[in-house]
């Protein structure tokens, strides 16, 4: 039984660094033929903010910056991140409103949409690829096409991906107008909007070749989103079926995502315990507990986790628990090292801040944050494998639970 599913994701694209904002005036004055040095000019009389420095600055700003002056909105943005970045931590950062209402649809694995990838080329062109029986695909767009127009409006020659996925995104049931170049051909298509899935997981058996009657349960989590826990216990059922004898997690190049959706996926294969633990810093370490609904009990089949640099945060979790509690094996390359809490805080605009308000610690209360887990078994994955069609993590990671069948 085979259930690959497409995993994509019509923008990979959420922000996590922050910008310095900075304004000030700088006058040079030549002391020549009896001249006095040049004052800054009074600045003109705008509405106050609370902050009466700022408001010194941005009149002198006003009134001499030879470009254009950003908008209010822009300067408070601005403003903050400023006031951000000097708390030291890259993870505690403004989100705008278009980026946020993306990364919402992206945890909850759900949106309303046209069903296409979208990314950018080396030019700068924002490229789409159709989901399979997708709208977008039904419409006529092929992948391949360049995006240049959505209903009244003409992309510029950069445009920015998060304001174009805003723009695509809408309601299911509406229409949306795409204009594309295909080739040298301008081409004009009407799309209805629907509800569009962006499973976090696939699946699929492995038959293992040297071993023959070995099965091997693939589980691929992409990053834990709202589905993440329902999915894997679908997968963990259909793989069990089809006669699976191990398990292989392939966390590889997870950025992370849900708290609970990590301690759902980590409590399937751990008969009790703790999870994982939080620390502030000036209360009592909080322990998450092994959890699961009340008719569903853990796997206890061999298990292995790939695991590489782009592995983070909530993915951490479940590697760093699996492997303290000697549920199973680690194996690629050492994690990226992101296990700080962020809590998350919608502002009145739609924008958000997320502001790092603990750390996360493994069950043997190991800290992650900076320093990421080493895996029980190194295999680096050279870069030209993919191309080739080969992946010796994966290969090893079979190996290794062939060893314990």
């Given at each position: 039984m085979n ?29 020549a ?19 009466p420095?700022?408001d010194e600055?941005w ?5 001499s910056f030879v470009?254009a ?9 601005g403003?903050?991140?400023g006031?951000l ?5 890259r993870w505690t950062?403004?989100v705008e409103?278009?980026?946020r ?8 694995g759900q ?15 924002i490229v789409m690829t159709?989901h ?6 039904k419409?006529?767009?092929l992948p ?40 040298d051909q301008r ?10 899935d ?6 699929h ?8 009657g070995?099965?091997?349960?693939y589980?691929?989590i ?13 997968a963990?059922?259909e ?5 699976s ?8 190049d ?5 708290l609970?959706?990590?301690?759902d996926v980590t ?6 315990g703790?999870v ?24 206890r ?5 790939l695991?590489?640099?782009n ?5 951490e979790?479940v590697?760093?628990?699996?492997q303290?509690t000697?549920?199973g094996?680690?194996?690629?390359e050492?994690?990226?090292?992101k ?13 958000s ?16 944050d ?5 895996p029980?078994?190194?295999v680096?994955?050279?870069a030209n494998?993919?191309?080739d ?9 079979m190996?290794?639970?062939?060893e314990?069948?």
């Amino acid at each position: 039984m085979n259930k690959n599913r497409v995993f994509g994701i019509a923008v990979a694209a959420l922000l996590w660094s922050a910008f310095l904002f900075g304004a000030g005036w700088m006058g040079r004055s030549l002391l020549a033929g009896g001249e006095s040095p040049r004052r800054p000019p009074a600045p003109t009389s705008y509405p106050a903010t609370t902050n009466p420095l700022l408001d010194e600055v941005w009149g002198h700003v006003r009134e001499s910056f030879v470009g254009a002056i950003p908008s209010d909105t822009v300067r408070n943005y601005g403003v903050i991140r400023g006031a951000l970045s000097s708390l030291n931590d890259r993870w505690t950062i403004l989100v705008e409103p278009q980026p946020r209402a993306v990364e919402k649809d992206h945890m909850r694995g759900q949106f309303g949409g046209i069903g296409v990838d979208i990314r950018v080329d080396d030019f700068g062109h924002i490229v789409m690829t159709p989901h399979k029986d997708s709208p977008a695909q039904k419409a006529g767009i092929l992948p391949g096409d360049i995006l240049i127009g959505i209903d009244d409006l003409d992309l510029p020659d950069k445009p920015d991906l998060n304001e174009v996925a805003a723009h695509v995104r809408g309601n299911p049931g509406t229409a949306v107008h795409i204009r594309v170049l295909r080739a040298d051909q301008r081409m004009e298509f009407v799309v209805n909007r629907a509800n569009i899935d962006v499973p976090s997981t696939d699946w699929h058996i492995i038959t293992d070749t040297i071993k023959p009657g070995f099965f091997i349960g693939y589980i691929g989590i992409h990053q834990f989103t709202e589905r993440t826990g329902a999915e894997v216990k679908q997968a963990l059922s259909e793989l069990k079926q089809a006669g699976s004898q191990a398990y292989l997690i392939d966390l590889r190049d997870n950025g992370g995502g849900l708290l609970n959706a990590a301690v759902d996926v980590t409590s399937r294969f751990l008969n009790d315990g703790v999870v994982l633990y939080e620390r502030k810093h000036d209360q009592a370490d909080v322990a998450f507990p092994v959890t699961r609904d009340s008719a569903a009990g853990a796997y206890r089949e061999p298990i292995v986790v790939l695991i590489n640099g782009n592995t983070a945060s909530a993915s951490e979790i479940v590697a760093g628990a699996i492997q303290d509690t000697g549920r199973g094996k680690l194996i690629g390359e050492k994690s990226f090292g992101k296990g700080s809490v962020q809590s998350i805080y919608d502002l009145s605009d739609g924008s958000s801040v997320h502001i790092t308000s603990a750390k996360w610690l493994t069950p043997n209360k190991r800290a992650i944050d900076g320093v990421g887990l080493t895996p029980d078994i190194a295999v680096v994955r050279a870069a030209n494998e993919a191309n080739d069609g080969k992946d010796s993590q994966l290969d090893r990671a079979m190996a290794a639970l062939r060893e314990q069948k």
